[in-house]
């Protein structure tokens, strides 16, 4: 991996008088794929929005702290020259324009873009490659496709300004685990391509697979960061985001119930 592509140092985010960041800073490497795991109300989708200076359509500001992509600071940026600067987000929930067709979706990504009419023919050819569907459909209205299909063009949207960092918002969220999965392997050829990755998830398992590296947010605050298979291997983000049962508080547990079964019943 190269240079920090993207750079976040002391952000500091506030709702109004609520403070949503504190503090917050990670690196997104060159080429790499980071994630941001943290349950909801952590601040995930407010670091996104901060980082693509969208914050102010949802009454947020930023208060303090440097964003920086490529050595060039974004925080400073007005939304679509940060596009303009190589950086695309894909917000929660997909949130396609249910009554444009699939093809106009497409197009709506690419007004962002610097690219020429070339570059932007090639960014449809390369979503086209990545999701078939999207060109079997393009005539159809995005309100119509499934949801799984609504995340690709979603996705595929934000790919026409031919991004070198992309910035996804829970892209499994509300996804049958087979289309979470397809969509976990568009991710890996989408970085496998030269893009690198920012994503945000709640589904913690399947953010370790795909990222490098792993912050977790808490509260506003990154409380744990490191690689992702270290943070896959501790006990902590097992417990809390991975759903595994510490095995010797458990049999502990166990134990103490068989040694009092009355008094364990009437705790329960």
């Known amino acids: 991996m190269g240079g920090a592509a993207l750079e976040v140092r002391d952000l500091v985010v506030g709702y109004g008088p609520v403070r949503a960041l504190r503090s917050v800073s990670l690196q997104v490497p060159e080429g790499s794929v980071v994630t941001v795991l943290g349950g909801n109300g952590a601040g995930k989708s407010t670091l996104l929005r901060a980082i693509s200076r969208a914050l102010s359509f949802h009454g947020g500001s930023v208060t303090g702290g440097t964003v920086h992509f490529g050595g060039r600071p974004l925080h400073t940026l007005s939304p679509d020259r940060v596009v303009a600067a190589g950086v695309s987000q894909v917000p929660e929930g997909r949130q396609v324009f249910a009554r444009m067709t699939v093809e106009d979706n497409l197009r709506a990504g690419a007004l962002g873009s610097s690219g020429d009419r070339a570059a932007k023919a090639a960014a449809l050819h390369r979503v086209r490659e990545l999701f078939p569907v999207l060109a079997e459909r393009s005539r159809q209205r995005a309100g119509l496709l499934s949801g799984g299909e609504q ?30 999965a397809r969509i976990a392997d568009t991710i890996r050829e989408i970085n496998a391509q030269g893009t690198s990755v920012l994503l945000v998830e709640q589904n913690a398992a399947l953010a370790l697979r795909l990222a490098s590296h792993a912050y977790v947010l808490e509260v506003g605050e990154i409380t744990l960061a490191g690689p992702a298979d270290e943070l896959a291997a501790s006990d902590e983000v097992r417990r809390r985001y991975l759903g595994v049962v510490d095995e010797d508080a458990a049999a502990d547990a166990s134990r103490a119930e068989a040694a009092h079964p009355v008094l364990s019943r009437w705790e329960g």
Request: hydrophobic share 60%.
């Open 151 to 180: 995340q690709m063009l979603a996705v595929g949207r934000a790919l026409m300004a031919s991004p070198t960092l992309l910035l996804l918002d829970e892209p499994s969220l509300g996804l049958a685990p087979l289309m979470a």
